[in-house]
């Protein structure tokens, strides 16, 4: 049998330069001591990952199944720390939670580090007595700098829409309270995403602000215009999402319908416009094409990743995690639709995974894995 840590230094950093995905580093990590070694001291840069779909909690189970596109496996993790919490994903690793105690937090499940954030008595909720504890946050963003893959717990930040008007707010870790963004088109927020070091946020009609963090500065880039084929209404209808992405230095919007059968959860009947934003022109251009990128939307955050190829994901494609609740009050059920679909033909492909049971305050999400 070959004894793998007597290969030489230079052969085994060879094989580390061809790993890809996260997978393929713990897998190299665990052949040997001198192999881990190896990947420890040349600290790799991990590059953008494709998202793994975290499932449904379950009743009285503490473990949460991880399913990776890239493997087509499942990968079951013991999470005490997400138990009976809501949690929302992002593209940095991290989970924002919020449970019966009201306690908002971050956890990394992957190297299972945990940050206080501020308290929710710190956000300004206005008619919040309406609401339960689960549905306080509407969606929660984590954002690091672009340019420090190894980022500390300090360089994160943390924004959430909240409340029944959709307020924005934003802190770091180490915060004592939230930061409230003011709402200059008077209808709330739809989505946040961060481009090239600059916060962008989609506001209630369609109009499209920057955020200045250090100033509280929200600057109109383009006004209430809405890109053709896309009707917004004033709130929007549950089957309608529009969502903003970065993909590679750009800025793109997402718009999802459900065209047919809106009382029902069908994958077929969805349909997906993406566009991107033009700076020059301050408007949004539909594009025909998402080229050698594929999307991964949800109710969470959402993300594009280059040359999807690589994780056995298909470019052009949009992945999607499509929810609907049939009842809000007293534990309303919930339907989720998980699929891809295609931009050259635009027929939507369920994605099977097995049995998972999504309840009012826990459904799949997607969440990019990390070993940093």
Known sequence: MAD????????????????????????????????RLVYVAKQWHQSPQVPWLMLSGIENDSFRSFISLYRNKVYNSKLPEVHGRRCWGSSSGWLVTIGHDLDIRLHNPFTRVSVNLPPKSSLRIHFGEILGWYEIIG??????????????????????IYGPLKQLAFCRPGYSSWKTVKDISHTGYIDVTHVKDQIFALCGL??????????????????????????????????????LVESSGDLWMVYQN???????????????????????????????SLGNHAIFVGDNCSMSIRAPDRFNCKSNSI???GKRMEQRWPCGEVHVDLGVYSITNGISEPLCFGPDIPKYYSFPLWVTPTLL
């Open 4 to 35: 793998w840590s007597k290969l030489p230094y230079d052969i085994i950093h060879k094989i580390a330069t061809y790993l890809v995905a996260v997978e393929d580093f713990l897998a190299f990590s665990a052949v040997c001591l001198s192999w």
């Open 139 to 160: 969606k929660a963003f984590v954002f690091k700098k672009p340019c420090n893959s190894h980022a500390n717990e300090e360089d994160l930040l943390v924004m959430i």
């Open 206 to 243: 369609g109009s499209l602000v920057v955020i200045d963090i250090d100033s509280l500065a929200v600057t109109d880039i383009n006004g209430p215009q809405a890109p053709e084929h896309v009707a917004l209404s004033l709130p929007q209808w549950h089957w309608e999402q529009l969502i």
């Open 258 to 288: 459900r065209t047919s059968n809106r009382r029902r959860s069908s994958v077929e009947s969805i349909e997906f416009y993406v566009y991107a934003f033009d700076f020059s022109k301050k408007r949004w251009i539909r594009l025909s």
């Open 319 to 321: 992945y999607f995690i």
